[in-house]
């Protein structure tokens, strides 16, 4: 079945709404308006004003509340507009949600889903182009979900709301007009990285955004006598060594794609494994294709620029391959 | 500022029922004590915030609660977790660190839990439990159970942002929250003066609809009067309910402080106001309660207490194998 991003993310939504009447949905504009990226337009209608909840532009409150309703035995999904806006309410998310279980001896559980757009692209200047999934990435206690196609947009909410710990999850702006075929069954699996491209000359290893534009750099290269191998890691926390290692293993040469700023950021987590547990399946040394470390600008060329593009993932591929 | 005389007037209790309030007091009192030497002795580490002074704030305030409600409270909690019910011996070996505390050592003075009693903690984020207590309370509503959910704070905690968004999102939502602001004047060094421009807190939660009442938080009786009047109306479910304790504390706002902000005569001043000798006095002029009755609840207060030490001192290390252990579910 053919579907878009946006529509998988949905269907899953209101199939989480009707199996269980402890979830809930709340977040800003996520009902009268359909949500700002018009994920969850006409579930209101369906399910009611106290399942599909607006908030107040209170960010800190309404996941402080979420980590609260999860506590006393709600499955609450809380979506925060954009990455952006969620450093609003970082206090809740590191100061509560992810160390609860662990700071009263395992007594609490925070079953509790976050959902957030991520990501630049569309021309909307530095504030709203953030990409800070590492920063979640970082923090024990919780998992965070970067999922990149239809069919884990569709799946990974189920395996999210089925886990007893929070759970955050990244969505990429630019993901939700994409459109692709929806597998019967999907997977629900949020455990591991999936090979989204076999190959076997250099591992191109990406997540979320930048999932289509590594794909297409791996179509590039082809065309050129290379056979890329692209991994999506899917969760990037807990990191799937065991798929990175393979793949590097595999093709001995790998280059990492993140959207992030280089300093600090996933990618550099990712190589640092590398070097732990594979240095020595490796031919040539990591390389790494992040964001420029400036602000993303508005004005369309610059940003283009500043972020991870195909012709860049193919030349740091020709790098390595001198 | 001239303080108000201390608390005086007929105790409006039954004898057994005020010996009670007395009792838990002195245990809160003695218990903080003997943690403070311990502290000296090195026996209780990093943070320890005592509560001596606002003593009955806590207890008045609990016992208007029913055993089925939520607290979500600071970190300035030792008093209410155990009137709520957790035992003196796990509080101590929490704070000692052992893995017979509460939290298994893993919390210490400030992250005092307990499912079993619903008692979510033992924040130490200033604010950081008003938006939890918001959620247990939808949580509440949604599920259709009739609970309410206390949340203590200090008048610190005003000026964070937070208190704003919960407020305003309990009164939206018309959710069952008791929020008890304790105000014993100072955020660790800053007066209310000098960091609120608007300092009658109680028109902050009525900007927001909330109902609300201030209490004199040195006098037990007002104290439990105005909760139990307040948690009515929530339980009823007429929404969200602010109570103002005006108290003071009387050691420094933690063991690291040198309590250099305050003058000493404010201090004393505040403590013939103190809630433990007014509550009793007025309970002795009354004929409710006899020196030597003092003295006996007293020792046996002193008991519990030094059983408690013991069984902290008895108690094990978690074994650092278990160190990440409940990061996530097993």
New interface residues.
């Given amino acids: 079945m053919k579907t878009s991003y946006r529509e998988a993310m949905r269907a899953a939504l209101r199939e989480a709404l009707a199996a269980d009447p402890r979830v809930?949905l709340m977040g800003e504009d996520v009902g009268k308006y359909g949500g700002s990226y018009a994920v969850s337009k006409g579930l209101l209608e369906e399910f009611g004003p106290?399942r599909i909840r607006d908030?107040?532009l209170?960010e800190?409150?309404?996941?402080?509340?979420?980590?609260?309703?999860?506590?006393?035995?709600?499955h609450?999904i809380v979506e925060v507009m954009t990455v952006n806006f969620s450093l609003l309410a970082l206090?809740?998310i590191v100061?509560?949600a992810s160390l609860?279980?662990?700071?009263?001896?395992?007594?609490?559980?925070v079953p509790l889903v976050i959902r957030m757009a991520t990501g630049a692209g569309r021309q909307i200047a530095a504030q709203h182009s953030h990409s800070l999934e590492n920063w979640y990435a970082h923090v024990?206690?919780l998992?965070v979900l970067t999922p990149a196609t239809v069919e884990d947009a569709r799946g990974m909410l189920a395996s999210a709301l089925a886990?007893?710990?929070p759970v955050v999850i990244f969505e990429h702006a630019q993901l939700y007009n994409v459109e692709g075929e929806l597998p019967e069954p999907w997977t629900t699996d949020m455990k591991k990285a999936s090979v989204r491209r076999q190959g076997k000359d250099v591992s191109l290893i990406t997540y979320g955004g930048s999932l289509p534009k590594t794909l297409k750099a791996a179509e590039m290269l082809a065309r050129e006598g290379i056979d890329a191998e692209v991994v999506d890691l899917r969760v990037l926390r807990p990191l799937d060594d065991a798929t990175i290692m393979a793949s590097v293993a595999k093709c001995r040469r790998a280059v990492i794609i993140d959207e992030g700023w280089k300093t600090g950021s996933l990618a550099a987590e990712v190589m640092a494994r590398i070097v732990e547990q594979a240095f020595y399946e490796l031919d040539a040394p990591l390389a790494r294709v992040c964001s420029e470390e400036v602000p993303v600008p508005y004005a369309k060329h610059m940003e283009e620029a500043a972020l991870p593009q195909p012709a860049k993932i193919v030349a740091a591929v020709k790098g390595l391959l001198g | 500022m001239t303080l108000a005389p201390p608390p005086s007037g007929p105790v409006p209790w039954e004898r057994e029922f005020a010996l009670g309030m007395v009792r838990d007091m002195l245990r809160i009192r003695r218990m903080e004590e003997r943690a403070a030497e311990l502290y000296g002795e090195q026996k209780i580490r990093g943070f320890l915030h005592l509560y001596i002074g606002e003593e009955a704030v806590a207890v008045g305030a609990l016992h208007a609660l029913a055993p089925e409600d939520n607290i979500v409270a600071t970190y300035r909690e030792h008093g209410h977790a155990l009137v709520r019910g957790m035992p003196m011996r796990t509080i101590m070996a929490e704070m000692y660190g052992k893995r017979e505390g509460c939290s298994r050592g893993r919390g210490g003075s400030m992250h005092l839990f307990d499912a079993k009693r619903r008692l979510y903690g033992g924040n130490a984020i200033v604010g950081g439990g008003l938006p939890l207590a918001v959620g247990l309370a939808l949580a509440d509503k949604l599920q259709g159970v009739r609970r309410v959910t206390a949340c203590f704070f200090g008048e610190g905690a005003m000026a964070e942002g937070v208190f704003h968004e919960s407020m305003n999102l309990a009164a939206l939502w018309q959710v069952p929250v008791l929020f008890c602001c304790e105000n014993n004047l100072y955020a660790m060094g800053t007066a209310l003066a000098r960091s609120e421009s608007q300092t009658d807190l109680c028109v902050k939660a009525a900007a927001y609809k909330v109902p609300t009442l201030k209490a004199d938080g040195q006098d037990v009786v007002a104290v439990h009067e105005a909760a139990k009047e307040a948690q009515q109306q929530v339980r009823a479910g007429e929404g969200p309910f602010f109570v103002e304790f005006q108290t003071y504390r009387y050691r420094a706002h933690s063991m690291f402080d040198p309590d250099l902000y305050r003058d000493r005569k404010e201090i004393e001043e505040w403590k013939t106001r103190g809630p433990l000798h007014s509550f009793t006095a007025r309970l002795k002029a009354e004929g409710k309660l006899s020196e030597e009755q003092f003295l006996a609840l007293d020792a046996e207060v002193a008991k519990e207490v030094e059983d408690a030490v013991a069984y902290a001192e008895a108690g094990s290390w978690e074994p650092v194998e278990d160190l990440t252990r409940d990061v996530y579910a097993p």
């Fill in positions: 809930f106290e908030t107040p209170s800190l409150a309404f996941v402080g509340a979420g980590i609260g309703a999860a506590l006393g035995g709600m609450p206090d809740q100061n509560t609860y279980r662990h700071m009263s001896g395992g007594q609490f559980s024990p206690g998992k886990d007893p710990d």
